[in-house]
C-alpha cells in the first residue's frame, strides 16, 4: 500500500511556514534516515537522446540518465537546461499533458524484503501527478493500490509517500505520471528504505587506491611499456580529454593488455571503470570494455545485441554471467558511463551509472583465468580503471527463494 503522509509543505510561504518545515525537518533527521537509492535523483546527468531524422536535437532534449521519459497520446517530457525551472542544481523534469499522460519511471528497484520504502519527491506547476508503483510478480505484473493523486501548486512542494512491497515481493518500478490536463516540473525525487546501504555510484571523483586495489589506472602517466602490450592506435589523451583529467584512447585497431594473473581474483573482486563508446550502442558489435580473452576467460562488456554483460567462462563456455538485456541499445556516441561489476560465490552483481542492472544469485566462479588481461577495445575511450579483490559495492537484493 501507498499513502500520502504529507501532501503539502509549501516552503516558501511565510515565517510560519518556514518554522514549521525546518520542525519537520528536524524530526525527520532525528530517524534513522534512509539513503537515496536513486543515482541520478536531481536529473543533473543527461545525454543525448536517440536522434529522428529531420529533428535537430538540441540542449533541451537531452534526456536524465537512468531515468525513462515517455509523452503518451500527445503529452510531452522534458529534461529542461534552465536553473530557474530547476528545484536544485540546472535541470528538472516538466511534464505536460492536455489529454495525454506523461511518465517519469526509475526502475527496477529490487525488494531484499517487505520494508516500506519511502519516496520524496519535488513538484509545482498546475494539475495532478500519479506517483505509482509497478511490482513484477513470477507470473504476472500489478500495479500497486493507486494512491492519493498529488494536487500540485505553483510553489516547490515536496511531498512524502510510502510503499510496501507484497509478500511475494522481486522489485517494482517507480512511475510518476500526469492525471488530466497537467503542467509539472519536478525535481529531487528520493527513493529508499531504512537499513538500504549508500552505493557511491557513479563516483564522482577519481577512486584512487588501496589496500585492496590490484590495478588501478588513471592515465596520467604513459603506461609502463614493460608491463602493458599497446598494439594499434592507443595512447593517452590531453589533459581533461578523460572523465577526471587524461584517460586512455583506443583506436579502431587499439589494443592494450597486461597480465591477468596478479591483477584480477577470479574468487571476489570488483571491477570499475570509466567507459566512452564512439559508436552507438546499437552498432551490433561486441565491445570488450575489461575482459580476458581466451577459453579460461572473463568479460565486461557491451555484446551485438546492446546487452550489458559481465561473467566468467570456461572452455569457451558460459559459468556464470550477469546480463541487462538491450540495456546499450539507445546509447549514442560520445558520453561517458560508469561501469561496475562485483564477484563472489553469492552473488554478482552490475551497475551503469550507479544503477544496478544484473545480478546472478550463487555464480559460478572461474578457478583459473587466462594469462591476459584487455582493457578497452576498438573505438572507445577508458578511464579510471580499478580493479580489486574484494567486493566493493552490493546492493541487496531478493531472496533466491523469492524469485
Ligand atoms: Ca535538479
Request: glycine letters at 8%; one cysteine or more.
Amino acid at each position: 500500500m501507498m499513502r500520502l503522509a504529507r501532501p503539502d509543505t509549501p516552503m516558501f510561504a511565510g515565517l510560519t511556514a518556514a518554522l514549521t518545515a525546518v520542525a519537520v525537518l528536524c524530526v525527520i533527521a532525528a530517524w534513522a534516515e534512509p539513503v537515496n537509492l536513486l543515482p541520478n535523483p536531481s536529473f543533473e546527468r543527461v545525454e543525448p537522446p536517440v536522434p529522428r531524422a529531420g529533428v535537430t536535437v538540441t540542449a533541451e532534449d537531452w534526456v536524465p540518465t537512468t531515468w525513462d521519459m515517455r509523452g503518451d497520446w500527445g503529452a510531452t517530457v522534458t529534461c529542461p537546461d534552465d536553473p530557474a525551472q530547476a528545484h536544485s542544481g540546472r535541470r528538472c523534469v516538466r511534464l505536460k499533458a492536455d489529454q495525454g499522460v506523461g511518465h517519469i519511471i526509475y526502475g527496477p528497484l529490487p525488494c531484499p524484503d517487505a520494508r516500506p520504502w519511502t519516496i520524496r519527491l519535488w513538484a509545482r506547476g498546475s494539475g495532478t501527478l500519479l506517483v505509482q508503483g509497478i511490482e513484477y510478480l513470477p507470473d504476472r505484473w500489478e500495479r500497486l493500490p493507486d494512491m492519493p493523486p498529488v494536487q500540485v501548486s505553483d510553489a516547490w512542494t515536496q511531498y512524502e509517500l510510502h510503499v510496501t512491497p507484497q509478500a511475494e515481493r522481486r522489485q517494482w518500478w517507480l512511475d510518476i505520471a500526469t492525471q488530466g490536463k497537467s503542467d509539472v516540473w519536478v525535481d529531487d525525487v528520493f527513493a529508499g528504505y531504512e537499513g538500504a546501504a549508500s552505493l557511491g555510484l557513479p563516483p564522482d571523483k577519481p577512486v584512487g587506491k588501496d589496500d585492496s586495489t590490484l590495478l588501478y589506472l588513471d592515465f596520467e602517466q604513459p603506461l609502463d611499456e614493460d608491463a602493458f602490450y599497446i598494439g594499434g592506435k592507443a595512447g593517452l589523451s590531453a589533459d581533461n580529454e578523460g572523465r577526471f583529467g587524461k584517460c586512455l584512447n583506443l583506436g579502431a585497431d587499439g589494443y592494450v593488455a597486461c597480465s591477468a594473473n596478479e591483477n584480477v581474483d577470479p574468487a571476489q573482486g570488483t571491477i570499475e571503470v570509466w567507459c566512452k563508446f564512439l559508436t552507438p550502442g546499437n552498432d551490433v558489435v561486441l565491445r570488450p570494455i575489461v575482459s580476458i580473452p581466451g577459453p579460461e576467460g572473463m568479460s565486461l562488456h557491451k555484446d551485438q545485441y546492446s546487452h550489458i554483460s559481465f561473467g566468467f567462462s570456461s572452455g569457451w563456455a558460459t559459468l556464470s554471467n550477469a546480463t541487462a538485456l538491450g540495456y546499450a541499445d539507445r546509447w549514442q556516441p560520445g558520453v561517458w558511463r560508469h561501469f561496475a561489476a562485483c564477484w563472489d560465490k553469492d552473488l554478482m552483481q552490475v551497475f551503469v551509472d550507479g544503477k544496478l542492472v544484473a545480478w546472478c544469485d550463487k555464480p559460478k566462479l572461474s578457478r583459473s583465468l587466462g594469462p591476459e588481461l584487455r582493457i578497452g577495445g576498438p573505438d572507445m575511450q577508458i578511464a579510471d580503471l580499478r580493479i580489486s579483490k574484494i567486493v566493493r559495492y552490493r546492493q541487496a537484493v531478493p531472496p533466491l527463494a523469492a524469485r
